[in-house]
């Protein structure tokens, strides 16, 4: 046995999903919009122009695989940390390697911080200066919003990309692949894997790639081969090993009972919802899909008649993941109840579709002067700002124009007289609100 052998032993060690990572953007999995031929992305990666960014979006996305290329494909010096573990150490260690590398080689650095939104204040102040100066190309990796979890001073010197959940179609193509590899995958297992059982292992890891590549090896290694030598992944295997019931109704069905599901949210009908979406719970459907599905309409069909309702829904979803199943059935079930026997109105999705329309298409208006930021402004802007009316001045309202001029008169939220919105008409009135 050579240093080869002990390198190859090493290599097939690794996971799948590290084996099949991909090495270049040829390979990569998903993320068309991002680095697509002529995107900004990719035209900043192959011009090597890519400055500090956020990679934001869902677990095995392809976030770090993307940046592992980055660094490969501009040849930069890579250091990844994860947030979760490093310290204020850490990271200057890091930058002092950035300076050096960049001094004396003019080497860029390249530095990864994978849960990049768990850093605090003080740990992100450290960063900030090497960030400013380009000492270090920061690549963020996060499964939270920046904009609301991260440092702002942080996030105003990154340009934040937004990654996107893998389709079905994406991780299968995927899991073909890494199951006839034979350098790198599973190919040397003369392995067979059923359709049914495929189909299962792409939908069931609900976009996480990193998750179906682990449920294919277990599926593989755990399977003994038959007589002619042949291991033979069945359905019931794919199940057993991402610890998923595979959907006991077809694509067709699950949509209609989906459709039903959320039409008996509409129309009020408990009864109704709670039979449709313990259906599609019982036949394998994801139950936090489901809870999805009752916060949008919390929000769309019951809206400002009742807010209490989003709270309920959005509580459904913390007490699931908290609980699991099927204790968080419980949970879910009270949230189906409330939405349903709740006062309906959907004036919150016209007012967001009315907003949405005009941001869109109006003209770039100016702001009205007096609401504009006069910090650092000069005098005029001060004198400006100062004819601003302050609502607490005058017992907590005062009418003022908020809008600009070319749409001043636009009303995007009328409250019904159904429920809570009721008590808003009231309040309008009460304060003398013209619209």
């Known amino acids: 046995m050579d240093l080869f052998d002990f390198n190859d032993n090493e290599e097939r060690a690794k996971p799948l999903a590290e084996r099949m990572r991909a090495s270049t953007l040829k390979d990569f999995v998903g993320q068309s919009h991002l680095i697509a031929e002529g995107s900004l992305l990719r035209r900043a990666i192959a011009l090597d122009r890519l400055g500090s960014c956020i990679f934001w979006g869902p677990p ?3 976030k770090t695989t993307l940046a592992n290329i980055i660094a490969a494909q501009t040849n930069g010096e890579f250091i990844k940390l994860n947030a979760v573990n490093a310290g204020v150490a850490d990271v200057k260690k890091a930058v002092e390697r950035a300076r050096d590398l960049l001094k004396m080689f003019g080497k860029r650095t390249y530095l990864m911080l994978d849960e990049c939104h768990r850093f ?9 200066p090497a960030i400013e100066q380009g000492t270090i190309l920061f690549i963020g990796s996060t499964t939270e919003n920046p904009y609301a979890s991260m440092t702002p001073a942080i996030v105003s010197r990154c340009r934040v990309f937004h990654f996107e959940q893998l389709t079905a179609q994406e991780i299968r193509g995927a899991l073909e692949r890494a199951l006839h590899d034979k350098r790198r995958g599973l190919g040397s297992y003369n392995a067979e894997v059923d359709e049914d059982a495929m189909a299962h292992l792409a939908s069931a890891a609900g976009g996480d790639l990193r998750t179906a590549y682990n449920a294919l090896e277990l599926a593989v290694l755990t399977t003994a081969p038959d007589e002619d030598g042949k291991i033979r992944v ?10 998923r019931r595979a959907l006991s109704y077809n694509e067709d069905l699950y949509y209609d009972i989906l459709s039903a599901f959320c039409k008996s ?4 009908d408990a009864n109704a919802a709670l039979y449709y979406a313990m259906r599609l719970i019982e036949g394998g459907c994801d139950p ?3 809870i999805r599905r009752l916060i949008a309409h919390a929000a769309e069909d019951v809206g400002m008649a009742d807010p209490q309702a989003l709270v309920m829904a959005v509580s459904a979803l913390t007490a699931f993941k908290n609980m699991g199943y099927p204790e968080g059935l419980l949970p879910l079930t009270e949230a189906i109840i409330y939405v349903c026997e709740a006062e309906k109105s959907n004036t919150v999705v016209t007012a967001m579709e009315a907003a949405r329309a005009d941001a869109k298409d109006a003209p770039d208006d100016a702001i009205p002067k007096y609401l504009r ?16 009316k302050y609502p607490h001045d005058h017992g907590g309202y005062v009418e003022q124009q908020y809008l600009p001029d070319s749409l001043k008169d636009r009303v995007y939220y009328t409250p019904s007289e159904r429920g809570y919105e009721a008590e808003v008409r009231e309040i309008r009135r009460r304060k003398g609100k013209k619209k």
């Open 265 to 268: 949210l509409r129309g009020s």
């Open 373 to 388: 930021d006069s910090s650092y402004g000069d005098r005029q802007m001060k004198a400006d700002s100062a004819k601003y």
């Open 120 to 128: 605090n204040k003080t740990q992100s102040d450290s960063l900030l």
């Open 60 to 62: 095995g996305c392809g």
């Open 288 to 290: 936090l899909l489901v």
């Open 234 to 243: 069945t359905l019931a295997d794919a199940e057993q090993s991402i610890q």
